[in-house]
């Protein structure tokens, strides 16, 4: 399974974008990059996936390198209710189940 | 509200005692995984159903089973509790188009907070 690197913590100020980066060095062609967030202990929130291409929806943006080893997600404007820990990761490719692996993820504090 | 419910939201039981945890998946979902986040562990994978049949297993402890039936809800039947089984139960369901070589999000739901003493 594709290991993900993420810094442990970080800050970033109300209405700022916040950047957060991913180090998947091992993905495989077929792997997905998916980034779930998790707000205190609720149930992990779907953010956005991709492949390739960088992909944005309501939530973000994702930012995948060329050689698809490490990715950035943009939260644009960031708010407090964004405060949470957010998770990178490579989706199992889909003959082993799917699960998804959690890492410590990167919790990000968003500051007024 | 991501469609996918559990209940109970809270249990407190005693070690030794067997408890059952419930969900429901979102409307038209197939598959059903089951997570553990405890606190020194982290969020870690247990077992996966698809339209009522195992489909994948993670960590899963011998204590532990679950099943998925007809009306593709599944229940986490966890025995003989010890206090290490404290933590957050999740469940989270997805289409599951794997077969077609799509993607396939999976969506939790809240969880369930067993406390064991």
């Known amino acids: 399974d594709a290991k993900t690197t993420q810094p442990p913590s970080m800050d970033c100020a109300e209405g700022r974008a916040a950047n957060l980066p991913c180090n998947h060095s091992t993905i495989s062609g077929n792997e997905y990059v998916y980034w779930y967030r998790q707000i205190h202990s609720q149930g992990p929130q779907y953010i956005i996936h991709?492949?390739?291409n960088n992909e944005t929806n309501e939530m973000a943006s994702l930012i995948i390198t060329e050689d698809r080893k490490s990715s950035t997600l943009i939260l644009p404007h960031a708010t407090l209710r964004d405060t949470a820990v957010y998770y990178c990761?490579?989706?199992?490719?889909?003959?082993?189940?799917?699960?998804?692996?959690f890492g410590q993820g990167t919790e990000l504090s968003v500051k007024p | 509200d991501s469609g996918v419910t559990q209940t109970p939201k809270h249990l407190i039981t005693a070690t030794g005692q067997r408890v059952t945890l419930r969900c429901s998946p979102r409307s038209g979902d197939l598959s059903v995984y089951w997570y553990q986040q405890s606190l020194d562990q982290g969020l870690q994978f247990l077992i996966q159903?698809?339209?009522?049949?195992?489909?994948a297993k993670g960590n899963i402890l011998e204590r532990f089973s679950a099943q998925q039936f007809p009306d593709l809800h599944s229940e986490l039947n966890l025995s003989s509790l010890e206090l290490g089984d404290s933590a957050l139960y999740f469940c989270?369901?997805?289409?599951?188009?794997?077969?077609?070589?799509?993607?396939?999000?999976?969506?939790f739901g809240p969880g369930t907070r067993l406390t064991v003493l």
């Open positions: 990761i490579v989706r199992v490719s889909a003959n082993q189940g799917g699960k998804l692996i």
């Open positions: 991709g492949l390739k």
């Open positions: 159903y698809y339209n009522g049949e195992e489909r």
């Open positions: 989270a369901s997805s289409v599951s188009l794997d077969a077609l070589g799509g993607t396939d999000t999976q969506y």
